[in-house]
Nanobody, 120 residues
């Protein structure tokens, strides 16, 4: 069973930066993606960014060029560099690993979540 361990959340002021990291306990075969979702109180969990096994990257519209997702030296670790943070970015950020097959997308694992709080 793959496990995801996240770190890097915290409390910052508007305009400051944070970097989140996520490490998977093992790699998985096939076409996959690792990424970040976030959830604020009273809202549904929403995708933030993802990096695919082929190197492709996706970002949510609200990122507006402020966030960058990258992969570490090993394929097991990803980072989310978040710049120019706004109070609206306050949420629990979850790491996600999923696989794509002919049948569709399969969620392999979720991290435990890391709190990001941006004060105004």
């Amino acid at each position: 069973q793959v496990q995801l361990v996240e770190s890097g959340g915290g409390l910052v002021q508007t305009g400051e930066s944070l970097r989140l990291s996520c490490t998977a306990s093992e790699t998985i075969s096939g076409t996959s993606a690792m990424g970040w979702y976030r959830q604020s109180p009273g809202k549904q969990r929403e995708p933030v960014a993802a990096i695919h096994s082929n190197g492709g990257r996706n970002y949510a519209g609200f990122v507006k060029g402020r966030f960058t997702i990258s992969r570490g030296n090993t394929k097991n670790t990803i980072y989310l560099q978040m710049n120019k943070l706004e109070p609206e970015d306050t949420a629990v950020y979850y790491c996600n690993l999923r696989r794509f097959t002919d049948s569709g997308m399969e969620n392999i694992a979720w991290g435990q979540g890391t709190q990001v709080t941006v004060s105004s």
